[in-house]
């Protein structure tokens, strides 16, 4: 048996200055409960007892965000929290038993629309760098993901054809850098293959066009 409630609720304001800001909450609460007792040959289950609490299910998440647009730029803010959950039926306290710890996060990003088709933007990730035992399934004790920075751009791509404007490519990310702890690592993010598959669609669209004629 699974019940549970839902809230959520945002507010949006317009500034004078063209500023806009977003304000949105949302809260969810779970209750479970196995009404039976029984033997699972999932190994995730195992012995069962009535009354018992489904694993995997937190009792509360809840996740604020703030949203503030000007112009070409917007910043968004986010905390996102998750109470602990146990990984295994059981009753009473959650500590007793094999359980993934209450975490919250904060993220923040950054993006500028330098054109109609092209984003810069900063995404920051945990900036708090919590770390906490999320789970232990199924390869051991797993911890949540460390402070991240990425720096990324992303660009439409267009291409006319026959008078037609198609997309070639929804968004091709070409720098990515993340930041963990005191060392810095920058990479090219699949560049090299989405601009293959962007000549690749661009050739088959050509022989299309060449083959129909003139619309």
Same mark, same amino acid.
């Given at each position: 048996?699974? !019940? ?6 945002? *507010? ?8 806009? $800001?977003?304000?949105? /909450?949302n ?15 999932? !190994?995730?289950?195992?012995l ?5 609490? /489904?694993?995997? $299910? ?8 703030? *949203? ?17 959950m ?5 009753q ?15 993220? *923040? !990003? ?6 109609? @088709?092209g984003? /810069?933007?900063l ?6 760098d ?17 402070f991240?920075?990425? *720096? ?17 490519l ?16 920058? @990479? ?5 293959? =989405?601009?293959? =598959?962007?000549i690749? !669609?661009?050739?088959?669209l ?10």
């Amino acid at each position: 048996k699974i !019940s549970g409630a839902e809230l959520s609720g945002s *507010l949006q304001r317009n500034f004078d200055n063209d500023l806009n $800001l977003t304000v949105s /909450l949302n809260y969810t609460y779970t209750d479970s409960e196995f009404q039976e007792s029984f033997l699972s040959t999932f !190994s995730q289950f195992g012995l069962v007892r009535q009354g018992d609490e /489904l694993p995997y $299910l937190p009792e509360s998440i809840a996740r604020a965000v703030v *949203l503030l647009v000007k112009d070409d730029w917007d910043v968004l803010g986010a905390v996102k929290y998750k109470a602990s959950m146990r990984e295994e039926p059981g009753q009473g306290p959650i500590e007793q038993g094999l359980y993934g710890e209450e975490l919250t996060v904060v993220d *923040l !990003s950054a993006s500028w629309h330098f054109s109609e @088709s092209g984003t /810069l933007q900063l995404l920051m990730t945990n900036l708090a760098d919590e770390q906490k035992i999320v789970a232990h399934r199924p390869f051991g004790a797993r911890p949540n993901r460390p402070f991240s920075a990425i *720096l990324r751009v992303k660009y439409r791509l267009k291409k006319r054809l026959n008078g037609a404007s198609s997309n070639i490519l929804g968004a091709v990310s070409v720098f990515a850098g993340s930041w963990k702890k005191d060392l810095l690592a920058v @990479s090219v993010n699949s560049a090299a293959s =989405s601009l293959c =598959s962007c000549i690749s !669609s661009t050739r088959w669209l050509q022989a299309q066009s060449a083959a129909q004629g003139p619309i």
